[in-house]
């Protein structure tokens, strides 16, 4: 036996791991056509989350004892429409919703899905109407990101019934204790109960407004994984992967809305330069040094498609799909001194016209001193260091340190890097500000040529 390995699993124990391993595996792809059918069922989302939990505890149980049903999708849905008439008959409210429920289900429990524990015929005649389940996806994420929850509280709630993760894998995610957001998610469902928000796809007079707040929850998720604001790694690749899956569920369910291809396209086209941002050593690779060899030319082909398709359908690209138009002419240079800064200044000048951020116009900044030189754009930052613009993030500062380094003020750039440092969460990043302070140092120590020094 070699060393540092230890027996194959085999027999019962090696089963039921990977027994338990495809009740993951179907949670993750079905969790969300299953609570979405479940609160249509009920017309009560948040025991249609509950039920769906108990359905996926008793999986996790049954299915490595007895085997993975011919059905397991099925199956789950089954076992939450039995827990759902048990919460019915608990309140002892047998009303039209509970009438419905058992004449789909059977009050012997014989009709749509076998008993639990029957893996043989589990559920087979569960059918899955592909329209009805477009409709309860994309009203599950319409829900999950209502306005009348916190903006946390619909990142937990999206990632936990959009995207099947965990609690722990949510918090692991974000860096915050199981408990918190577990916590977030019982008050979500709380207040979506005591809200009355109804299990549907929003009227067209409404749904403009409430996309906003399902586009800027998966932009959320994506900016978290491609920049995290703390921990050690550079790139948060599951957060990142998850909302560039929610970004395209939702391409699919909405075809006619231009900015849900906007974003897609923004994030395709990010995140292939994801391969190129890390060295071998896993520390970060600055744009100017990255081999745009290893950028992901797949999900670039993915990205214009997206943009392509957002022009296509609107009337002018909104927000989400001039950035995108900014990360394609990132795409298409073949270096850094070969991008377009031109464009890009003229595209961070239209998004913040009808996007106004410090961001966008820190951003702005960074480019015009690419296009026409660090000079002419530290004021631009200066004015947003008066506006005390982003008084807690590292951004400022650090792009303010990057200008002067380049127009030779060493002095004012080290204390503008070392004050980004103090500010920066992400382990990744400071190492990187650290190093271009010690590059500023190493400069000072080195001997004047014209000093006569030898």
């Known amino acids: 036996m070699a060393r540092g390995h230890g027996p194959a699993l085999s027999g019962p124990v090696a089963e039921g791991r990977a ?4 009740v993951a595996a179907v949670w993750r792809i079905e969790s969300a056509r299953i609570v979405g059918a479940l609160a249509r069922y009920t017309g009560d989302f948040p025991l249609a989350e509950d039920v769906a939990q108990e359905a996926l505890a008793e999986a996790l149980v049954t299915w490595p004892r007895e085997g993975v049903p011919r059905n397991p999708a099925g199956w789950l849905l089954a076992v939450g429409r039995r827990r759902a008439i048990d919460a019915f008959r608990r309140r002892a409210t047998r009303d039209e919703r509970y009438a419905v429920l058992a004449r789909d289900l059977g009050e012997g429990g014989a009709a749509a ?28 994420m319409f829900v999950s990101c209502h306005p009348v929850l916190p903006r946390e509280a619909r990142v937990a709630l999206t990632l936990r019934v959009v995207g099947g993760l965990t609690s722990d894998e949510i918090a692991r995610g974000f860096l915050v204790p199981t408990a918190t957001v577990q916590a977030r998610i019982t008050r979500a469902k709380k207040a979506l109960g005591a809200a009355g928000v109804p299990f549907r796809v929003p009227a067209a007079d409404e749904r403009a407004e409430r996309l906003g707040s399902v586009l800027s929850v998966v932009y959320l998720i994506f900016t978290e994984g491609s920049s995290p604001t703390s921990g ?21 369910l909405m075809p006619d809305e231009p900015e849900v291809h906007g974003l897609l396209a923004l994030l395709e086209l990010t995140a292939a330069r994801f391969p190129a941002r890390t060295g071998a050593d896993g520390e970060p690779v600055l744009l100017e040094h990255q081999d745009r060899r290893r950028w992901d030319r797949a999900a670039i082909r993915r990205g214009r498609a997206a943009l392509t398709r957002a022009e296509k359908v609107g009337r002018g690209l909104g927000a989400y799909g001039v950035q995108a138009a900014i990360a394609e002419c990132h795409a298409l240079a073949p270096s850094v001194d070969d991008t377009d800064w031109d464009r890009i200044v003229l595209l961070y000048e239209a998004l913040g016209t009808f996007a106004p951020s410090p961001v966008v116009d820190l951003n702005r900044a960074v480019a015009v001193s690419m296009a026409q030189g660090p000079a002419a754009a ?9 506006r005390d613009a982003l008084p807690n993030s590292h951004l400022l ?3 303010r340190g990057e200008l002067l380094t380049r127009l030779g003020r060493a002095d004012e750039a080290r204390a503008e890097l070392e004050r980004a440092v103090l500010l920066c969460g992400n382990a990744r990043e400071r190492s990187v500000l650290q190093r271009k302070i010690a590059a500023l140092t190493d400069a000072d120590d080195k001997p004047d040529p014209d000093s006569g020094a030898s």
């Open 19 to 22: 027994d338990r391993e495809a």
């Open 232 to 252: 050690r790694d550079l790139i948060r690749f599951d957060l990142a992967g998850e909302a560039q899956r929610l970004a395209r569920v939702l391409s699919r």
């Open 113 to 140: 899905g076998a008993a639990p524990g029957d893996p043989a015929g589990a559920a087979d005649d569960v059918l899955w109407d592909p329209d009805q389940i477009d409709d309860d996806v994309l009203a599950l």
């Open 397 to 399: 500062p650090g792009v």
């Open 378 to 386: 530290l004021p631009l930052v200066d004015a947003l260091v008066e």
